[in-house]
């Protein structure tokens, strides 16, 4: 009799096991291996089992490839710049660099007990000046090309901290930090030419085909490139004509105001000819809104009437100049013509504020005179615009768009959405941008040769007001690398997105001083093969790596155009919220977060591992529930326990039917198991192994001691990537040496299972319509072609809604059409 399942003792053991034996370790100066990697976290220090979800179905996947023979790099490192380092030094008094190597520690701790295998070997840590050193140094050579520069852009500015906010410490318009209504103020400030690559980027995602389609799509409309007009309307009483940018030329007609941006030149002109008295008011205000507040879906569309007329080029009618809240300086050219018959913002717009509203585009159903309950964006039939009456609104926009270049009234244009990327931070905790200003010789980049330029540590972090650095008299006074004059440094400091914008490239020989990146070895590594991180950061950080990495194939320092061919995004575990009640995404302010380290005290990481890998499709938001650690808990307790029934059988030949099933059993786990887990679907190969475990209990008594070890050996080689330390000790215990990390991948018989055929019934909207014959233990994606194939007569002209697998025996496909 085995004795009893003690992770406690169990778990340190191999903890220690793999890091003495560098497991990890990774020799990339050689030919390339499988590059894969997790999105490096900010270190907090205070992780839960929400954000085990990626590190350990990566863990997962990296033993699987380690198992299989194949050279792996999995390094980690730390994007250890950023705010909350700051905030906390603040509220303690400490420096941020102490409150986040202690992060460090304890995270790595947790990696540890997590049985979580890194290559640390090649550690990053963002906020060491050996790291920022090629941050400044990538910054000069854009400088150099045009792709850096300084420009005046709108930022949340606290004017009692005296600095400058980030869009999420705002909150209610208000500074989270000192409860000061924000401002919004017009600063110099420095950017990258993202804009410059915006095609790029574009056609870019046309090369990925594995990437979710999801996040393709969020980048698309990120960039938002739109074909269009810029249309030249006049002002009355104005000598410059209002230029308005509209991928829609098609609905002027139907255009019964012009909308303005509150920061447009022209609102400045009319503040004190406008009708009503809060004009000014309402525009300050407006401008003092943040960018997320205004671009708020749901949020009511307010404005004011400029007591201004514009005329329509095209019709020659005048329609009134409105500021509204909906409009952005930074899209198109800060106006719009306003069709709101045709567009959801001004049909809201037009309803409160009791403006024309008159249909130019006809859709199904609908003539001159309909009257609309809400705004019609689709194609149709030109109506009441003079001389394109009757032509198909997809005919009209190129031909009205020719119509107003001939007549010198319109151009044609492409915008995009996406702006220059607005890197400068007024804060201490981050890169410090290098670059002095002089009075003889304006603004000049610190030479290579004296990078970095580092952050100084004579800081008072017990102050919340303005810039730490720009306290710093030992920092900011300096001399101009040019006249050798006396001159200022800059004090701000870069966005933490550019620290991992290129730090995958890094990992790849994080040791090499003399250079930003080791070229040799990046040709051979890059792109990152398995990129694996949350969709969250779908935009911002996947669009600047993919920019950066295009400047840094432009410098001739990396291959390729793409630094990751698959990307996998985890879904969210979510818990009852104790405020709420509601299943939220688990923080210390909901009381839903669990913390790992109670839960791998009382049932072993092994446990929480099975658990969150087995829990819903990784990629699936999944809630986490007590009942189901007992579950996962109660499942490698039955693991643990045949051992005994292996030994129990010991030289006994077995029934021959017994023998065979069993055997079937485990090939087909090996099968069910290795295609799940290379489509990253864990937790249905975790149902798989839960079948064999059920298959060795029901035939231990009957199948012999050949039968019953293989399938038990085969169970512990394919659960080791989810439960390691327990299938480490039941590979020693079952007589064998070194580590299942070395004993191979199982593999499975094709022909055995060949011969193994099970009968599918079909089912089309609930009536029997085929059968088909297929192997055993077919995954719901091959079933289910296997039963279109079948039932294909009964699908022509449908589109299948919903599909449901019943294994090994029914697939019924719900249509419609």
């Given at each position: 009799?085995?004795?009893?399942y003690?992770?406690?003792?169990?778990?340190?053991?191999?903890?220690?096991?793999?890091?003495?034996?560098r497991?990890a370790a990774?020799?990339?100066?050689g030919?390339?291996?499988l590059?894969?990697?997790?999105m490096?976290?900010?270190?907090?220090?205070?992780?839960?089992?929400g954000?085990?979800?990626?590190?350990i179905l990566?863990d997962?996947?990296?033993?699987?490839?380690?198992?299989?023979?194949r050279?792996?790099?999995?390094?980690?490192?730390?994007?250890?710049?950023?705010?909350?380092?700051?905030?906390?030094?603040?509220r303690?008094n400490?420096?941020p660099?102490?409150?986040?190597?202690?992060?460090?520690?304890?995270?790595?701790?947790?990696?540890?007990r997590w049985?979580i295998?890194?290559?640390?070997?090649?550690?990053?840590?963002?906020?060491?000046?050996e790291?920022y050193?090629?941050?400044?140094?990538?910054?000069?050579?854009?400088?150099?090309?045009?792709?850096?520069?300084?420009?005046?852009?709108?930022?949340?500015?606290?004017?009692?901290?005296?600095?400058?906010?980030?869009?999420?410490?705002?909150?209610?318009?208000?500074?989270?930090?000192c409860?000061?209504?924000v401002?919004?103020r017009?600063?110099?400030?420095?950017?990258?030419?993202?804009?410059?690559?915006?095609?790029?980027?574009?056609?870019?995602l046309d090369?990925?085909?594995?990437?979710?389609?999801?996040?393709?799509?969020?980048?698309?409309?990120?960039i938002?490139r739109?074909?269009?007009?810029?249309?030249?309307f006049?002002?009355?009483?104005?000598?410059e004509?209002?230029?308005?940018?509209?991928?829609?030329?098609?609905?002027?007609?139907?255009?019964?105001?012009v909308?303005?941006a509150?920061?447009h030149?022209l609102?400045?002109?009319?503040?004190?000819?406008?009708?009503?008295?809060?004009?000014?008011?309402?525009?300050?205000?407006?401008?003092?809104?943040?960018?997320?507040?205004?671009?708020?879906e749901?949020?009511?569309?307010?404005?004011?009437?400029?007591?201004a007329?514009a005329?329509?080029p095209?019709?020659g009618e005048?329609?009134?100049?409105?500021?509204a809240?909906?409009?952005?300086?930074?899209?198109?050219?800060?106006?719009?013509?306003?069709?709101?018959a045709h567009?959801?913002?001004?049909?809201?717009f037009?309803t409160?504020?009791?403006?024309?509203?008159r249909?130019?585009?006809a859709?199904p159903?609908?003539?001159?005179g309909?009257?609309?309950?809400?705004?019609y964006?689709?194609?149709g039939?030109?109506?009441?615009?003079?001389?394109?009456?009757?032509l198909?609104?997809?005919?009209?926009?190129?031909?009205?768009?020719a119509?107003?270049?001939?007549?010198?009234?319109?151009?044609?244009?492409?915008?995009?959405?996406?702006?220059?990327?607005?890197?400068?931070?007024?804060?201490?905790w981050?890169?410090?941008?290098?670059?002095?200003y002089c009075?003889?010789d304006g603004?000049?980049?610190?030479?290579d040769d004296?990078?970095?330029?580092?952050?100084?540590?004579?800081?008072?972090?017990?102050?919340v007001?303005?810039?730490?650095?720009?306290?710093s008299?030992?920092?900011v006074?300096?001399?101009?690398?040019?006249?050798?004059?006396?001159?200022?440094?800059?004090t701000?400091?870069m966005?933490?997105?550019?620290?991992?914008?290129?730090?995958?490239?890094?990992?790849?020989?994080?040791?090499v001083?003399?250079?930003?990146?080791?070229?040799?070895?990046?040709?051979r590594?890059?792109?990152?093969?398995l990129?694996?991180?949350?969709?969250?950061?779908?935009?911002?950080?996947l669009?600047?790596?993919?920019?950066?990495?295009?400047?840094?194939?432009?410098?001739?320092?990396?291959?390729?155009?793409?630094?990751?061919?698959?990307?996998f995004?985890?879904g969210m575990?979510?818990?009852?919220?104790?405020?709420?009640?509601?299943?939220?995404?688990?923080?210390?302010?909901?009381g839903?977060?669990?913390?790992?380290d109670?839960?791998?005290?009382?049932?072993?990481?092994?446990?929480?591992?099975?658990y969150?890998l087995?829990?819903?499709?990784?990629?699936?938001e999944?809630?986490?529930t007590d009942?189901?650690?007992?579950?996962?808990?109660?499942?490698?307790?039955?693991?643990w326990?045949?051992?005994?029934?292996v030994?129990?059988?010991?030289?006994?030949a077995?029934?021959?039917?017994?023998n065979?099933?069993?055997?079937?059993?485990?090939?087909?786990?090996?099968?069910r198991?290795?295609?799940?887990?290379e489509r990253?679907?864990?937790?249905t190969?975790?149902?798989?192994?839960?079948?064999?475990?059920?298959?060795?209990?029901?035939?231990?008594?009957?199948?012999?001691e050949g039968a019953?070890?293989?399938?038990?050996?085969?169970?512990?080689?394919?659960l080791?990537?989810?439960?390691?330390?327990?299938?480490?000790?039941?590979?020693?215990?079952?007589?064998?040496?070194g580590?299942l990390?070395?004993a191979?991948?199982?593999t499975?018989?094709?022909?055995?299972?060949?011969?193994?055929?099970?009968?599918?019934?079909v089912?089309?909207?609930?009536k029997?319509r085929?059968?088909?014959?297929v192997?055993?233990?077919l995954d719901?994606?091959?079933?289910?072609?296997a039963?279109?194939?079948?039932?294909?007569?009964?699908?022509?002209g449908?589109?299948?809604?919903k599909?449901?697998?019943v294994p090994?025996?029914?697939?019924s496909?719900?249509?419609?059409?």
């Amino acid at each position: 009799m085995a004795e009893p399942y003690d992770p406690q003792q169990i778990e340190p053991r191999w903890q220690e096991f793999w890091a003495r034996e560098r497991f990890a370790a990774a020799d990339t100066a050689g030919e390339k291996g499988l590059y894969m990697l997790m999105m490096f976290p900010y270190p907090s220090g205070d992780l839960h089992v929400g954000h085990g979800r990626n590190y350990i179905l990566g863990d997962c996947l990296f033993r699987m490839f380690l198992m299989q023979g194949r050279k792996v790099l999995n390094p980690m490192g730390w994007d250890a710049f950023g705010l909350p380092a700051e905030n906390a030094a603040i509220r303690r008094n400490i420096h941020p660099r102490e409150w986040t190597i202690g992060n460090i520690g304890r995270m790595k701790d947790q990696f540890r007990r997590w049985g979580i295998l890194y290559d640390w070997g090649k550690e990053i840590t963002s906020c060491e000046p050996e790291y920022y050193r090629w941050n400044q140094w990538l910054f000069n050579r854009m400088l150099e090309k045009g792709l850096a520069y300084r420009g005046k852009s709108p930022v949340n500015w606290c004017p009692s901290c005296r600095t400058v906010l980030a869009n999420e410490q705002v909150v209610s318009g208000e500074c989270e930090r000192c409860g000061t209504l924000v401002e919004q103020r017009d600063l110099e400030q420095w950017f990258l030419r993202i804009t410059a690559y915006a095609d790029r980027l574009l056609e870019g995602l046309d090369r990925l085909p594995d990437w979710p389609e999801k996040v393709k799509v969020m980048q698309r409309n990120w960039i938002g490139r739109s074909e269009g007009c810029d249309l030249r309307f006049r002002v009355e009483g104005v000598e410059e004509p209002l230029t308005v940018f509209t991928t829609r030329v098609d609905t002027i007609y139907g255009a019964t105001f012009v909308a303005l941006a509150p920061e447009h030149p022209l609102v400045e002109r009319f503040r004190s000819t406008a009708p009503d008295a809060d004009f000014g008011e309402f525009v300050d205000g407006l401008r003092n809104q943040t960018r997320l507040q205004r671009e708020s879906e749901g949020g009511e569309k307010e404005g004011r009437f400029t007591g201004a007329w514009a005329v329509n080029p095209f019709s020659g009618e005048r329609i009134p100049i409105w500021v509204a809240n909906f409009v952005l300086m930074e899209y198109g050219s800060g106006a719009i013509m306003s069709v709101p018959a045709h567009d959801e913002r001004d049909f809201a717009f037009a309803t409160r504020y009791g403006l024309p509203i008159r249909v130019v585009i006809a859709g199904p159903g609908m003539g001159e005179g309909t009257v609309l309950s809400e705004a019609y964006s689709g194609p149709g039939r030109v109506v009441s615009s003079g001389p394109f009456n009757g032509l198909a609104s997809q005919e009209a926009i190129p031909r009205m768009g020719a119509f107003a270049q001939e007549k010198g009234f319109g151009t044609g244009r492409v915008r995009y959405r996406l702006r220059d990327w607005l890197i400068s931070r007024q804060r201490y905790w981050g890169t410090p941008i290098p670059v002095v200003y002089c009075k003889n010789d304006g603004i000049v980049p610190v030479p290579d040769d004296q990078l970095p330029v580092v952050l100084p540590t004579d800081i008072e972090f017990g102050k919340v007001e303005g810039n730490p650095l720009a306290r710093s008299a030992s920092f900011v006074a300096t001399t101009c690398p040019k006249c050798q004059g006396a001159a200022r440094r800059e004090t701000d400091t870069m966005d933490t997105f550019v620290d991992s914008s290129w730090y995958y490239a890094r990992f790849i020989n994080p040791h090499v001083h003399d250079a930003m990146l080791d070229e040799g070895r990046v040709r051979r590594w890059m792109p990152v093969h398995l990129y694996i991180g949350g969709v969250e950061h779908a935009i911002l950080h996947l669009m600047y790596a993919r920019f950066v990495y295009k400047v840094l194939a432009d410098f001739g320092l990396v291959p390729g155009d793409e630094p990751f061919s698959v990307l996998f995004n985890q879904g969210m575990i979510v818990g009852k919220s104790s405020v709420t009640g509601r299943l939220e995404k688990m923080s210390k302010s909901k009381g839903n977060v669990v913390a790992p380290d109670a839960l791998i005290a009382r049932y072993g990481a092994d446990t929480e591992r099975v658990y969150t890998l087995f829990m819903g499709p990784p990629e699936k938001e999944a809630e986490w529930t007590d009942e189901g650690v007992l579950g996962a808990h109660r499942f490698l307790q039955r693991v643990w326990a045949l051992q005994d029934a292996v030994a129990d059988a010991a030289g006994r030949a077995g029934e021959g039917s017994a023998n065979e099933r069993l055997r079937i059993a485990t090939h087909r786990s090996v099968k069910r198991v290795h295609t799940d887990l290379e489509r990253y679907h864990p937790n249905t190969a975790i149902a798989a192994m839960m079948e064999l475990v059920n298959a060795i209990g029901e035939t231990q008594q009957e199948a012999g001691e050949g039968a019953l070890r293989e399938a038990y050996e085969t169970l512990l080689k394919l659960l080791h990537p989810f439960a390691p330390h327990v299938t480490e000790e039941l590979w020693r215990l079952t007589g064998h040496e070194g580590s299942l990390l070395r004993a191979g991948w199982p593999t499975f018989d094709a022909a055995l299972l060949a011969r193994q055929r099970v009968t599918l019934a079909v089912q089309v909207n609930g009536k029997l319509r085929a059968t088909v014959e297929v192997e055993p233990g077919l995954d719901p994606d091959a079933a289910a072609a296997a039963a279109r194939e079948a039932a294909a007569k009964w699908l022509e002209g449908k589109e299948v809604v919903k599909v449901v697998h019943v294994p090994d025996r029914m697939v019924s496909l719900v249509v419609k059409g």
